[in-house]
């Protein structure tokens, strides 16, 4: 079945360092989605990439998806505590309208 | 736009009782809902995707005839935990879909069953 893996499960930064998660999927996929949860709180929409190679970026946060569309990865810049979070990937198939989500990285930043 | 609303928040409930978590969407019609599990520390999980006024479509392993899903109208979409066991204590998490766009997610509903 469809597998989203992502690594690393956890990560630690200092304030101010650079982190970033990969997502990869056993599935190619039409598009990916990237997602912030607080603890505690629900998954909160941060961007989609549909095509193969595409890069975007929203301030300090870097989104690629991979030319083979099975993998995706997330580069934030200069780590605030803000960004303390589950960062998840979730892809979804062509044809298909349902989402699978990666396993998560738990991101802590120490201040 | 695009707000996703569910409830209860949260709920307490005893080994053997149901418990109905509604979602709804607020300000749009959804073609298409899904229900999501949350267990502590791990991912979400798809149960089941829901359209409206046809039978939910359940992931492998889950009980179709435990958790019950009626979409009865495209703004609202129930699940509900039948004879609920310490074990389907969880975070319960729905997302409702436009056509042609991305899933918006619910606040979800944290379930214990004591």
């Known amino acids: 079945g469809q597998q989203v893996m992502q690594i690393p499960q956890y990560q630690h930064v200092q304030e101010g360092e650079d982190f970033t998660t990969y997502c990869n999927s056993s599935?190619?996929?039409?598009?990916i989605q990237w997602y912030k949860q607080r603890p505690g709180g629900h998954p909160v929409f941060l961007i989609q990439?549909?095509?193969?190679?595409e890069v975007k970026k929203q301030k300090r946060l870097t989104f690629q998806f991979g030319e083979a569309k099975k993998n995706s990865s997330l580069h934030i810049t200069a780590t605030q505590t803000t960004d303390v979070g589950t960062y998840f990937c979730a892809g979804e198939r062509t044809g298909a309208n349902n989402l699978f989500f990666g396993t998560g990285t738990r991101l802590t930043v120490i201040p | 736009g695009a707000v996703v609303s569910q409830h209860p928040s949260w709920v307490i409930c005893k080994s053997g009782t149901s418990v109905k978590i509604e979602c709804r969407s607020l300000?749009?019609?959804?073609?298409?809902m899904f229900w999501y599990r949350q267990f502590p520390k791990q991912s979400l999980m798809l149960m089941a995707t829901?359209?409206?006024?046809?039978?939910?479509?359940?992931e492998q392993g889950v009980e179709k005839d435990k958790f019950l899903i009626n979409h009865a109208s495209l703004t609202l979409s129930t699940l509900t935990v039948t004879s609920a066991h310490p074990e389907d204590s969880s975070f319960y998490i729905c997302?409702?879909?436009?056509?042609?766009?991305?899933?918006?997610f619910g606040p979800g509903t944290r379930l214990t069953v004591t």
């Open positions: 829901s359209n409206e006024g046809s039978k939910a479509t359940y």
């Open positions: 997302s409702a879909k436009k056509q042609g766009y991305e899933q918006y």
């Open positions: 990439l549909v095509k193969s190679g």
């Open positions: 599935t190619t996929l039409s598009n």
């Open positions: 300000d749009f019609q959804a073609t298409t």
